[in-house]
């Protein structure tokens, strides 16, 4: 089963939940944010389009 491990965004209003929230107001360091994180947490990161980045683990546990 996939998980969301991080959740990168521009305003924290939009998001809610059990992962850990980055806050990056500026594009550019929202991106290099999650592009980093995927490398650390060898997830798979989607942008929603929205302001906001997942990381999605695919691994089974």
Request: hydrophobic share 45%; glycine share 4%; with cysteine.
């Amino acid at each position: 089963m996939s998980k969301i491990v991080a959740i990168i965004t521009m305003e924290h209003e939009k998001v809610a939940g059990g992962a850990p929230i980055f806050v990056e107001p500026d594009e550019e360091k929202r991106e290099a944010t999650a592009f980093l994180l995927e490398k650390i947490l060898d997830a798979a990161v989607h942008d929603l389009k929205n302001g906001c980045f997942i990381l999605v683990s695919h691994h089974q546990t």
